[in-house]
T-cell receptor, first 115, second 114 residues
């Protein structure tokens, strides 16, 4: 199993450009999430999905769109990039483990710079 | 609302010293789960431990140990005889039974000096 994969690993955008960060998992997990990591802020949830066709907003959703057409893929779209979106983006997938907890697996991250 | 506080932003220790990373959480849920993740300089997030709210037993894994105290809403992480390879950012996280959302602390950057 490849686990959770993210592409690209690095990206530089100009303000106003749009792009899609790709995320895929091969573990048949129901749940997938996108986080951004900024210095001193920890990881903050952008959007999440509890299954194909179902998405919801997290803590910091503005400026981002998501869709979940398949169990495997959960792309994150930046509609009009802004310097404030310079960050490291992590995708995660999770499943409901026995006992009620969720085991969460993270991708390697995408480092995005918006100039 | 859920919240995780890691008050220690940066810690430096000399190799072989013991170090404790603090984590304080807030939740009104009675069923919740606590996690620690390690983020080495390479950037990936490595799962270290999960604890549920009904299990207050301390856990030891090699040089790592965790102290969970519901009375103080804390889930502290101790590294014994630290090594340079322990240098990383460590995140504490919380999830509650009503959803799969994780709430992360702001992380503690640990530097172990040889």
């Amino acid at each position: 199993n490849a686990g959770v994969t993210q592409t690209p690993k690095f990206q530089v955008l100009k303000t106003g450009q749009s792009m899609t960060l790709q995320c895929a998992q091969d573990m048949n997990h129901e749940y997938m999430s996108w986080y951004r990591q900024d210095p001193g802020m920890g990881l903050r949830l952008i959007h999440y999905s509890v299954g194909a066709g179902i998405t919801d907003q997290g803590e910091v959703p503005n400026g981002y769109n998501v869709s979940r057409s398949t169990t495997e893929d959960f792309p994150l779209r930046l509609l009009s990039a802004a310097p404030s979106q310079t960050s490291v983006y992590f995708c995660a997938s999770s499943y409901a483990a026995p006992g009620g907890s969720y085991e969460q697996y993270f991708g390697p991250g995408t480092r995005l710079t918006v100039t | 609302a859920q919240k995780v506080t890691q008050a220690q932003t940066e810690i430096s220790v000399v190799e072989k010293e013991d170090v404790t990373l603090d984590c304080v959480y807030e939740t009104r849920d009675t069923t919740y789960y606590l996690f620690w993740y390690k983020q080495p300089p390479s950037g990936e997030l490595v799962f270290l431990i999960r604890r549920n709210s009904f299990d207050e037993q301390n856990e030891i894994s090699g040089r790592y140990s965790w102290n969970f105290q519901k009375s103080t809403s804390s889930f502290n992480f101790t590294i014994t005889a630290s090594q340079v390879v322990d240098s990383a950012v460590y995140f504490c996280a919380l999830s509650v039974s009503t959803g799969n959302q994780f709430y992360f602390g702001t992380g503690t950057s640990l530097t172990v000096i040889p």
